[in-house]
């Protein structure tokens, strides 16, 4: 069903939610006297969480197709917009009692903060490449403000420079692939373009612009070889924006290359919940090779890591090598199976780095080091990043197994036998890194024993986090059913 | 039935987690407190364990038939992947389960000792117990896994932080070991889970004993290449818990450092995981290949008990003396399962049973004498017969226990094993008795420089074993004896399901 704007509309209270939130905080900005109160934060909040609830409200039933077939509304946007809202409402929550942002004006950075938001909404839901490329760049331009949002802080100047310039170049040459598909099909809907390609056409110029999309999104989910940018802005932003980049633009980038790939390059297959490529390459092939690539890559080149947010960047850079394997399937429960595990993910990855915020907060830095003794010194928090790492290996019984036994299942029920190989071991010297943090923490004896004192209010953000990541490791059927059901309602 | 009765399996898996839920409710500095809920919360499976032991019936052979096992619990836990609560007994899990929750009671209370962070210690020691009965007793792959994988992160902490000198190494080191194994063993799970179906409903299953009827294999899944394969990934998985040569380096490290509670579960329960993983997922599952492998497998136990000996010999550690002994002692159960005959895998189960009998009384009397003299070398002691008599009559029993005299249990399996291997593997069962002349000296060569000889002055004044370690020491010593001289009650728990086993394994010819 092909809708109008105005028509549009119903469909699209989340975003009107955040634009109407970044508007206030705008007025608020510029009317408050008083720079670093707590309002915006609240504000914010109140703002995204109003967004979550909307998405729900009309429910997608069928997928339509929005603002004139600028953008889908369907239950695989659905999922991705609950997804990033919630990781931001988190962010959010970090943001408000971080050490580091202390001093500086909130509202600026919360205005950053929701337009990325914004732009994660709309590159969810994009499907006119049009669209796409401007909500590509609405996420990133925010991006890059707070990643440099420290100013006066050397790291934190380098990380914002190092954005730009990556990013601009990723985005460059995204656009020129894009511009090869108009010309070649002369559509810029990617359900147009799918389609005339399918019917055939000259192999080149196919293949140069799957190839030169894959850098653009390749460098919004810091998969190998378009990563090098992830490690520096990792630690050189404030942290809440490290955790906030280390989850949701990821998730979005993974929405857009799902929706972008398996429309444009495939087509439904007359299996049950299949595709199979309609264009004259074999591009998953190529992301399987980027998937072993950027998990090996990102495990090996972190442990090696002393700084705990480069680290935890060149995990997560692992990570979604991780979920691209479940992009390479052409199957719709290895899409299941990407959405699962960023939902774990989500709780897992912002836990780990909230915890890094804590302890940031008490000893004022983010080394190993810094961490040790923290078994006695706080231990509630370190018995919770210790459930947040174990997580991320992949043991049970915590959630991020459970996201791992998906992945690695779809890849063994598709017979890509190399790929699930290459996986567990990269699972392995996962372990070996995860473990030299809670080695420090409970295996060796701190030099200054003092207690680090962990506020109500951040203990109960660290069991909001905690406690998902244990209960979906042992009861998962309704997010399974979720994302199963997210998947089934993917319109184009 | 009454609840107890129904969910016998789950109590006994879960009263320990439970037990350490509420420790550590209590609050800091009330170490008495933690110890006996610790205590309490391991007795009560152990008391449970006495009613499995009188309430099984010995005529059901269990294995691969659903209707033949016991205490079973059966619930849907993920039916969207068809995951199952799938528990329940027979001879093959019997016989361990109780052993399970014999030595971890003891462990703990022989941990009353620990001073150090005794809440931490309490809570993990009970859920590694959680994990290792749920490893037993579970009859569907994932939760078996699940079960496997749980019981690494308390073992990791537990040697990591009560270790000895090179904790950190030799905790990573088992970590990084055991699940380099277990997600190989992931992965053949996973390759089960897609290529068989469930005859009843025709969907994916993670049920054990439907993967043993061959008939649910599909035409992938019965190639000789990819069983080969499935069946070399859950045997490395498995193989590493043994450990079986080459993958035993973990262990001396593991053991040296591990409190000595710690290292009595390691051997006494732990190992045993390896060697009842191939009984219960291998063995079954892939008969065809088992009986194709079963001469490397006689092999890998015959090194694993000659080159143990020799390792033991050399040293001059004497915790690290008993962990190589346990590789040897483990060498056993694979050369009696890989005999596929009746009494070969009867001796096997009995050899699992006591070793971890035996080898938990080796590893309390080991941490007894480096409690008292802070270190343990063989050759640092001499005539300490003279000065504490009683631990000294416990450390002969002990050893001698160990070297396989008749009368002790170990005699009765280690005979076993050979006479069930020995038409199949005549020259491996020679070289393997000769293997005996080694484990025996190395026992006596120690209790010789230990015990007997000239008294180091240093130990004049030792301290004689006290009450609580005999307590832990007492209950194993009088089982080794019983089952020494009387074998037919275990003998009977576990007959029916090796015969039944290996005629499973046999039919395939």
């Known amino acids: ?23 206030l905080l705008v007025v608020l900005h510029v009317a408050s006297k008083q720079k670093t109160s707590s309002a915006p934060g609240f504000l914010a909040l109140v703002g995204v969480g109003a967004a979550i609830l909307l998405s729900g409200v009309s429910s997608p039933g069928g997928g339509k197709a929005i603002f004139e077939g600028m953008a889908a509304y369907d239950g695989f946007a659905v999922f991705f917009k609950v997804l990033i809202a919630f990781a931001t409402l988190v ?24 337009s990325t938001l914004l732009g994660m909404f709309l590159l969810s839901s994009a499907t006119d490449i049009v669209m796409l490329y401007l909500s590509l760049e609405l996420v990133s331009i925010p991006s890059y403000l707070l990643a440099g949002y420290l100013k006066g802080k050397e790291h934190s100047t380098e990380a914002a420079m190092k954005y730009v310039v990556f990013g601009a170049t990723a985005s460059g040459v995204m656009i020129y692939g894009f511009s090869l598909l108009f010309g070649m099909t002369g559509s810029t809907q990617i359900a147009e373009i799918g389609r005339v390609l399918a019917s055939g056409k000259a192999a080149l110029p196919v293949v140069l612009a799957a190839v030169m999309v894959a850098v653009g999104f390749g460098y919004k989910i810091a998969a190998v070889p378009f990563h090098m940018w992830s490690p520096d802005v990792y630690e050189g932003a404030p942290t809440p924006a490290t955790a906030f980049f280390s989850v949701a ?8 290359l799902v929706r972008f790939y398996y429309t444009v390059f495939a087509g439904p297959d007359t299996a049950a919940g299949m595709w199979r490529i309609t264009s004259t390459m074999d591009w998953p092939l190529l992301f399987a090779g ?11 080149v972190a442990i090696k890591q002393s700084n705990v947010k480069r680290l935890l960047a060149y995990s997560s850079i692992a990570h979604a090598g991780y979920m691209l394997m479940g992009f390479v399937l052409l199957s719709s429960a290895g899409i299941e199976a990407i959405l699962f595990y960023l939902v774990v993910y989500l709780f897992m990855n912002l836990g780990a780095f909230y915890v890094v915020v804590l302890v940031s907060n008490a000893t004022g830095g983010e080394d190993i080091s810094d961490f040790t003794g923290l078994g006695s010194r706080a231990p509630f928090a370190a018995v919770a990043l210790s459930i947040f790492l174990f997580s991320l290996t992949g043991i049970p019984p915590f959630s991020g197994f459970i996201g791992k036994v998906y992945l690695f299942a779809e890849v063994i029920h598709r017979g890509v036998y190399w790929l699930a190989i290459v996986a567990a071991l990269n699972s392995v010297v996962s372990l070996y890194y995860y473990a030299r943090i809670v080695r420090a923490m409970f295996l060796q004896e701190p030099t200054d024993a003092s207690a680090i004192p962990v506020p109500a209010a951040s203990g109960a953000m660290l069991v909001l986090l905690a406690a998902p990541t244990l209960i979906l490791g042992v009861y998962w059927e309704p997010v399974a059913r979720f994302a199963h059901a997210s998947v089934r309602m993917l319109a184009y | 039935m009454g609840f107890v009765d129904s969910h016998i399996l789950s109590l006994m898996t879960f009263l320990p987690v439970l037990g350490a839920a509420v420790l550590l409710c209590v609050p800091k500095g009330k170490d008495d407190v933690i110890r006996w809920i610790a205590a309490a919360a391991s007795f009560l499976p152990l008391v449970l364990a006495v009613k499995l032991w009188f309430a099984y019936d010995r005529t059901m052979a269990g294995v691969n038939v659903a209707s033949q096992f016991q205490f079973v619990e059966h619930y849907s836990w993920i039916p969207s992947i068809n995951v199952e609560y799938f528990m329940g007994a027979d001879g093959i899990s019997m016989p361990l389960l109780i052993l399970t929750a014999l030595i971890s009671f003891l462990a703990v209370i022989g941990s009353f000792g620990i001073t150090n962070k005794v809440k931490g210690y309490m809570a993990l020691i009970l859920l590694l117990e959680t994990g290792m009965m749920g490893v037993f007793a579970s ?3 994932f939760l078996f896994y699940v079960f496997w994988e749980v019981m690494l992160l308390p073992m990791y ?22 699940l380099a194994g277990s997600v190989l ?12 179906a469930n005859p009843e409903t025709g969907g994916h299953t993670f049920n054990l004993l439907h993967y043993m009827a061959q008939g649910t294999h599909n035409a992938w899944l019965k190639g000789f290449d990819v069983r080969l394969l499935l069946f070399i990934g859950l045997f490395i998985g498995f193989a590493i818990k043994v450990p079986l040569f080459p993958f035993h380096t973990w262990l001396p490290d593991a053991h040296v450092e591990a409190p000595t509670a710690i290292s009595v579960i390691l051997a006494g329960v732990l190992l045993k995981m390896g060697t009842y993983g191939m009984m219960r997922i291998s063995f079954p599952i892939f008969p065809d290949i088992t009986v194709w492998f079963a001469v490397p497998m006689a092999v890998l136990g015959v090194i694993n008990i000659v080159y143990g000996a020799l390792c033991a010999l050399a040293q001059s550690d004497l915790k690290k003396m008993v962990a190589y002994s346990s590789v040897s002692h483990m060498g056993f159960v694979m050369l009696g399962m890989a005999a596929l005959t009746p009494v070969g895998m009867a001796g096997a189960s009995m050899q699992m049973f006591s070793h971890g009998l035996i080898t938990a009384m080796l590893f309390f009397l080991v941490g007894v004498v480096y409690d008292r003299a802070h270190h343990r070398q063989i050759d640092g002691f001499g005539g300490l017969g003279a000065v504490v008599p009683i631990y000294t009559a416990f450390v002969s029993f002990a050893f001698f226990a160990s070297l396989g005299l008749p009368g002790m249990s170990g005699f009765i399996a280690e005979q076993m094993v050979f006479l069930g291997s020995f038409e199949a593997f005549r020259p491996l069962v020679i070289v393997a008795a000769v293997g005996i002349v080694f484990v025996a000296a190395f026992h006596l060569w120690a209790l010789q420089r230990v015990f007997l000889g000239p008294l180091n002055p240093k130990y004049a004044t030792l301290e004689e074993i006290n009450a609580r370690e005999i307590f832990c020491l007492a209950p194993l010593g009088i089982l080794v004896m019983a089952v020494g001289i009387w074998p037919m009650p275990i003998m009977n ?17």
């Open chain 1, 249 to 256: 633009p990821k998730a979005a980038g993974f929405a857009v």
């Open chain 1, 91 to 114: 962010v959010i929550l970090m943001s408000m009692d971080s050490e580091e942002l202390a001093g500086r004006s909130k509202a600026e950075y919360f205005i950053f903060l929701l």
């Open chain 2, 139 to 141: 009859l569907d792959f």
């Open chain 2, 493 to 509: 728990l576990l007959n029916a399901s090796a015969v039944r086993l290996v005629d499973l394994v046999k039919a395939v010819i």
């Open chain 1, 290 to 300: 980027l998937s072993a690539v950027t998990m090996t890559v990102g495990n090996l």
């Open chain 2, 157 to 178: 902490f537990l040697i990591g932080i009560w270790g000895g000198p090179r904790k950190e190494y030799a905790a990573i080191k088992f970590f990084l070991y055991t």
């Open chain 1, 1 to 23: 069903m092909l809708l109008g704007n105005l028509g549009s509309l119903p469909y699209f209270l989340p975003e009107l939610a955040v634009t109407a939130t970044i508007l």
């Open chain 2, 185 to 196: 063993m992931l992965l053949a799970l996973l390759a089960l889970y897609f290529n068989t």
